[in-house]
């Protein structure tokens, strides 16, 4: 087969198989923390990693990945430098690299050494840029994975491209062989691409209405539908790849060499000054930025919108079919996201997410649906894909059925997170006032009915316990709000008024006296975690015998060993649930225990994130393993909450929800008799 | 030479001309667009690259429709069809022609064999404006039979 040859880089040569060019070294980034290993003598085995014997491909697992985005889109990469998932142009787009759901037909995009290599990675602190060190028996390098950002004022002044996954790839010491594997399948994998290459301008692919740019400072043979190289690198050599995606203009190429190495260096700083705005000092500050550098990825920046996931499908269980598409705003997770962000003290991501929120809901107010797309359009009809699954979870699906759903908490998650705004930073005006003020009566009118609730079940409805501690908090924050001044014109009686009836409906109809427990749904008999959250949001005194009592029997009946929850039972049982863990801290941290205790359990649990402090939606309770879509904003955000309010009561402050809601037991108590 | 007809037609069809090559690539047809092209000429910023390029796009448009409106008084008449043959000769050149000589004129286009640069970063067309999709060359073609079937049809001849 002819070879096909890409262009060379002014700067950047290495040695590859087929041809030898000159020699050249660049100006080499170096991570913070200084270059690990350098000088030191190559010896595999020495840290905790598995030496991987990379003659075939090595199968990754949820906690093998890393994300690596530009609050657009996001991309995983697995330790092992495999890119195996990316969707462009933004995150519910379909897939040009799907190989963590299907190996053989998703397509992929790796770097790696051939033969056994050792493999560490860590983001560069305080940044969502990713190396990844691989270690063999005759050198050294470091493969640098990105997508740049940079500031507004910079894209002012310079062409940037749409859409760009850089890879820079160093030997850092003696030599190595290099694979790259350049395979992409448009349309999650349904559809072949046909890849051209441009000589100067690189690898070309027209999908869709979009073309992928593929430029490369070595040249790659293209077989078919893919670009492979195998490439010999010496100590100071500089390999760099970029993939580029436009389909609103003609491309802006990237140029590599120096400008590639700019950009990194602009990207790693745009990140750390971001986090340098994180306002929160305690003990966890590591995990909380990691959290923090997480949500922001999932932050579609156009817009304002908050993503619950960046993928789709990654299974709850193996081999189940409990595998659903999350890469869409879910209003409640948003809101959440929202004020973890708030608490660290980030006023931008809330204000274009309430403008955001506002804008999206346009033409259902007062009704809220539960998950929209990221400029605020309906979600997709659910939709199965023919692909193998994670590990054969079948099936893959993209859309969400969830999308006609009632889940009435998601009025008082959206209402918590403006009270905590107005709280801390701004008032509203005239139009967000009577929004909020709209979605306050139709919880008024609504809070009875049956819904779907937080676990959005595809059973059908229920009074779910959750949903009405929901209700009762956006009524109580409206009815504080007013109070405050921040609200004009809400029907204080009659938000009182139902706030009462909510009350009395859950002291009652959600506590059985024969469990000695408030339970999921009124008049049940079985518990979840949310009821953990009574006391968060100032409905219940954590120390009051009844949340004890209730404490105790949900650790009885959902413990999933060591510190993990369920968050609720279910035959077979699905993994962990990693946010009901963090409840659990904040509970405890409350006064449902003591701060050491809450303390503990942090620490335990902190120990399900992977090795860069990236946790999924679900853990593994047998194996630690990481189920479920990933990263998952969720469990990040109980993260961050839980820090939050253990540096709160190391402080003696009061709780956030205590500042935004009225002072609750006494006073709708009153309002009930 | 009728100056009130030239202003107002040469205007309309300039604008639907930028609305047709707008459509096709929001369509997906092409990833052609004239004013984040021409708008690049001035500035690197994005937004504003695609006003000013509109802008500009407009004064060339209503410029290049003094050259039909000559035409037609030479020839001693207008009409669609004879607007749609320019509008296809015009459409020819701007593929054949323009699109070739693009890289060497636009201060921030990559040059079609030396690739793109740290100031040379815009993807340029190819042949028949070919690199931004198969389509390319019928939009364009689209656009401008259609901006001088307007001039020919509706332009009124200075007696």
Request: hydrophobic share 40%; glycine share 10%.
């Amino acid at each position: 087969m002819a070879m096909e040859l890409l262009n060379f880089s002014s700067i950047g040569f290495c040695h590859f198989a087929a041809i030898e060019k000159p020699h050249k070294r660049i100006a080499r980034y170096h991570n913070s923390a200084g270059n690990p290993g350098r000088h030191q003598p190559i010896r595999l085995g020495q840290s905790n990693y598995p030496i991987v014997l990379s003659s075939s491909r090595p199968i990754a697992e949820i906690q093998d990945y890393a994300a690596v985005g530009d609050c657009r889109s996001a991309a995983l990469v697995s330790r092992y430098g495999s890119v195996d998932w990316l969707c462009w142009p933004r995150f519910d787009s379909p897939s040009i690299f799907a190989a963590i759901l299907d190996k053989d037909k998703g397509g992929y995009w790796s770097i790696s050494p051939a033969g056994p290599t050792q493999f560490e990675r860590a983001y560069i602190r305080g940044s969502n840029v990713l190396e990844t060190h691989f270690i063999c028996a005759t050198g050294r390098a470091t493969l640098t994975d990105l997508m740049p950002v940079a500031s507004e004022e910079f894209k002012r002044r310079h062409m940037l491209p749409d859409h760009e996954l850089l890879r820079q790839i160093v030997c850092t010491e003696g030599e190595i062989k290099l694979e790259v594997a350049f395979c992409p399948r448009s349309y999650y994998g349904a559809r072949h691409v046909k890849i051209e290459n441009l000589g100067a301008h690189g690898l070309r692919l027209e999908v869709g209405r979009g073309a992928y740019f593929l430029r490369s400072s070595v040249p790659l043979k293209i077989h078919g539908n893919e670009a492979r190289a195998e490439i010999s690198m010496r100590s100071g050599d500089v390999l760099q790849f970029s993939l580029s995606y436009s389909e609103e203009s003609p491309a802006v190429l990237p140029a590599l060499g120096e400008n590639a190495t700019a950009s990194i260096e602009r990207s790693v700083k745009w990140w750390q000054e971001w986090v340098a705005r994180a306002k929160y000092q305690g003990p966890y500050r590591d995990a909380v930025v990691r959290s923090a550098l997480a949500l922001k990825l999932m932050a579609y920046a156009p817009s304002g919108a908050i993503t619950a996931a960046v993928t789709t499908s990654l299974p709850e269980r193996i081999g189940s079919s409990l595998n659903w598409d999350y890469r869409y705003c879910w209003l409640r997770d948003a809101s959440l996201t929202v004020r973890a962000l708030l608490g660290l003290g980030y006023i931008e991501e809330t204000e274009s997410f309430m403008t955001w929120m506002l804008h999206a809901t346009r033409l259902t107010q007062p009704r809220l649906h539960v998950l929209y797309n990221v400029f605020g359009g309906m979600a997709p009809r659910e939709k199965e894909l023919d692909l193998a699954g994670y590990f054969d979870s079948r099936p893959v699906r993209i859309g969400n059925g969830a999308r006609h759903q009632l889940q009435l908490d998601v009025y008082g998650e959206v209402i918590e997170a403006a009270a905590q705004y107005a709280q801390r930073h701004r008032h509203f005006d005239r139009t967000t006032q009577k929004v909020l003020i709209g979605f306050g009566k139709y919880v008024a009118q609504h809070w009875n009915l049956a819904d779907e609730g937080i676990w959005e079940p595809r059973s059908g409805g229920a009074h779910h316990t959750h949903s009405r501690l929901l209700c009762w908090t956006a009524l109580d924050r409206l009815l504080a709000l007013s109070d405050k001044g921040f609200l004009d014109g809400v029907p204080g009686q009659q938000f009182e008024q139902e706030r009462g009836r909510i009350r009395q409906q859950i002291e009652h109809r959600a506590w059985n006296e024969e469990l000695k427990s408030y339970v999921s749904v009124l008049d049940g008999d079985g518990v979840d975690a949310t009821l953990l959250r009574l006391p968060w949001y100032g409905f219940e005194e954590a120390q009051s015998p009844r949340m004890k009592s209730t404490y105790r029997r949900i650790r009885q009946e959902l413990s999933a060993g060591d510190s993990l929850l369920f968050r609720y039972r279910s035959q077979p049982p699905e993994g962990a649930f990693g946010i009901c863990g963090f409840w659990a801290v904040e509970y405890l941290a409350l006064g449902g225990g003591t701060l050491k205790e809450a303390h503990d359990l942090f620490d335990q649990l902190l120990k399900y994130g992977n090795d860069l402090g990236l946790f999924a939606e679900e853990t593994d309770p047998g194996t630690g393993d990481a189920l479920g879509n990933f990263p998952q904003a969720f469990t990040h955000i109980g993260l961050i909450s839980a820090a939050l309010t253990l540096e709160e009561k190391e402080r003696g402050e009061s709780h956030p929800a205590a500042q935004t809601g009225e002072n609750v037991t006494s006073g709708s108590r009153e309002v009930i008799q | 030479m009728n100056w009130a007809s030239w202003l107002l037609w040469g205007f309309l069809a300039t604008i639907v001309l930028t609305t047709i090559s707008a459509g096709a690539q929001g369509l997906g047809l092409t990833r052609i667009n004239f004013p984040y092209m021409l708008g690049t000429i001035f500035t690197p910023d994005r937004d504003r690259a695609k006003l000013y390029g509109f802008l500009v796009h407009l004064a060339a448009g209503w410029i290049f429709s003094v050259i039909y409106v000559f035409i037609f008084q030479a020839l001693g008449a207008g009409g669609w069809w004879r607007g749609a043959l320019i509008g296809v000769c015009h459409g020819i050149v701007v593929l054949v022609v323009v699109m070739s000589l693009l890289p060497g004129l636009h201060p921030r286009m990559a040059s079609e064999q030396q690739g793109p640069t740290a100031r040379n970063l815009l993807e340029p067309p190819g042949f028949l404006a070919l690199h931004y999709g198969v389509q390319t060359p019928l939009a364009i073609m689209i656009a401008h039979t259609v901006f001088g079937m307007i001039l020919g049809a509706y332009y009124h001849l200075a007696r």
